[in-house]
């Protein structure tokens, strides 16, 4: 004192806190008590810097009544303010989040360090069932879990319940499995379903059901997290999935999706296909449909389609496609749209697109921006063809002994042919094709920019074929004709 230097009197605000905090995190680990520790840290973080404040105020009064300076904050209290704001901020969002349906913790593969996130995983087993009345259906409804639909020869419906709930104890989660019992209802000739997984409120509840219906029920799902699958079915289906993969096969009736972040495979199914929604980074695959198929919505990723028996529609963004019938394939990947048997009349509106499409039958109209086109048509008589191309080549395969009438153009490109009969001039950077071949039944119409034309003789199988190839048996020997006349025609890979 006699340096006329005050002491500075040293504050314990930050100690407390952490021993406090320590202390609750003690007992939990004792199983002394058996708070959810994110739950509460979510409710009560703000009690913490209230505690610490009240701290510092009472160590402020003590250090004027003795006399000495009052402690600051110092930097360890500021980094301790930083922590409880970040944290606590952190929780009550992440809080937010999980009530609305928004977020989910993935707690499979949590260490049992960080058990206070999420809780230990508990397993209870339950069973339901209903009559049916004839002429009902059932609509189920699952927030958490897989749903699997099978065929019952009785008159009822049948649940079995596989549920996984997350728990800081066995108390809290028998609690917890009370709180989330399946139910079953009836209104009229509807029979409600509900996996009441939301039942615990924020608690992470997983319910998967095994459902046994009798085949003609027609049956309504909607799930948010989990896979669905429906096998033998005589009866509508309607899926409505926002994360998961849906899976419909052997169905004879009618099926309508509306997806979300979902995998979608359909394949033996009688009626028509349905198919809207957004499907980011998911594939979509339907194969062996009697009826027809439509898809709506995005599609970024993966389409896949194959032996369709009505006709095709999609619809995106960026591209309107309607076709007849699709006796083969046809992908949608990315920048790339290829076909294989395709039944006109074919209508396909897109850009930026590499189009393929082998074994077009009937009438074609394309239209393309920033991608190349390249149609093989396989049988006669040759329908009427429209093609409108931008900064990529065109290039169309037509039978030896097809009849038709054609005019093509293209700016800042050049035009070939195959036909001896087709007048081809090159000016500048102008270039166009006409005339007519043999009865001129069909027309062929082909407009582009920036970008070649190629007319070429040949059906679409021999079109395809990769070199080095023997020789096939008769029949197949009209491409060695072209090769003769013209080497620049021979076979191709493409």
């Not at 028998?174 to 379903?193: F, G, H, I, S």
């Not at 590499?354 to 009937?362: P, S, T, Y």
């Not at 009865?439 to 407009?447: E, L, Q, S, V």
Request: charge should be negative; hydrophobic fraction near 35%.
């Amino acid at each position: 004192m006699s340096n006329g230097i005050v002491p500075r009197q040293r504050s314990f605000a930050g100690p407390v806190v952490l021993i406090l905090v320590g202390l609750v995190f003690l007992l939990r680990n004792m199983h002394l008590i058996s708070w959810d520790m994110w739950e509460l840290f979510y409710r009560f973080w703000p009690l913490l810097l209230i505690l610490w404040g009240v701290i510092k105020l009472v160590e402020y009064q003590q250090a004027q009544s003795a006399g000495v300076r009052p402690a600051g904050i110092g930097a360890g209290g500021v980094l301790l303010i930083i922590f409880l704001v970040t944290f606590g901020l952190s929780a009550s969002k992440i809080h937010e989040l999980k009530n609305s349906g928004k977020f989910r913790m993935d707690c499979g593969d949590m260490p049992d360090g960080f058990n206070f996130l999420c809780g230990q995983s508990f397993t209870f087993d339950d069973q339901v069932e209903q009559a049916m009345v004839p002429g009902s259906s059932l609509r189920i409804t699952n927030d958490r879990g897989n749903i699997n639909i099978n065929a019952s020869d009785g008159d009822k419906i049948k649940v079995m319940v596989r549920k996984t709930v997350r728990a800081e104890s066995q108390g809290d989660a028998d609690k917890y499995n009370e709180r989330t019992k399946p139910q079953l209802a009836v209104m009229e000739k509807t029979v409600t379903l509900n996996a009441n997984t939301e039942g615990a409120g924020s608690q992470e509840i997983s319910s998967d059901l095994d459902v046994y219906v009798p085949r003609k029920v027609a049956v309504t799902i909607s799930s948010r997290h989990g896979d669905v699958t429906v096998m033998g079915r005589d009866g509508d289906i309607g899926v409505s999935s926002q994360d998961g993969e849906v899976s419909l096969q052997d169905v004879k009736g009618n099926a309508k999706l509306d997806i979300e972040r979902s995998n979608v495979r359909v394949s033996r199914l009688t009626g028509d296909v349905s198919v809207e929604g957004k499907v980011n980074q998911s594939e979509v695959n339907i194969s062996d449909i009697k009826g027809t198929v439509r898809l709506t919505g995005e599609f970024h990723e993966s389409v896949s389609l194959a032996r369709i028996s009505g006709t095709v529609t999609f619809k995106s963004a960026r591209t309107d496609l309607e076709l007849s019938k699709l006796d083969g394939t046809l992908d949608l990947d990315g920048g790339d749209l290829h076909g294989s048997s395709v039944a006109g009349p074919v209508r396909l509106l897109t850009k930026e697109k590499d189009i393929r499409l082998d074994g077009v039958n009937g009438d074609l109209r394309v239209s393309n921006n920033d991608g190349a086109v390249e149609i093989k048509i396989a049988k006669l008589p040759v329908g009427n063809i429209e093609i409108d191309n931008r900064n990529a080549d065109v290039q169309l395969y037509l039978p030896e002994q097809a009849g038709f009438k054609l005019d093509a153009s293209t700016d800042n490109g050049e035009v070939q042919s195959g036909f001896s009969e087709l007048k081809v001039n090159n000016d500048d950077d102008h270039g166009r094709v006409s005339g007519t071949v043999g009865n001129g039944a069909g027309h062929i119409r082909i407009t582009n920019a920036h970008g070649g034309i190629e007319i070429r003789k040949g059906s679409a199988s021999l079109a395809s074929l990769k070199p080095p190839t023997p020789p096939k048996a008769p029949g197949s020997d009209d491409s060695s004709d072209d090769e003769s006349d013209k080497p620049k025609e021979g076979v191709r890979e493409f």
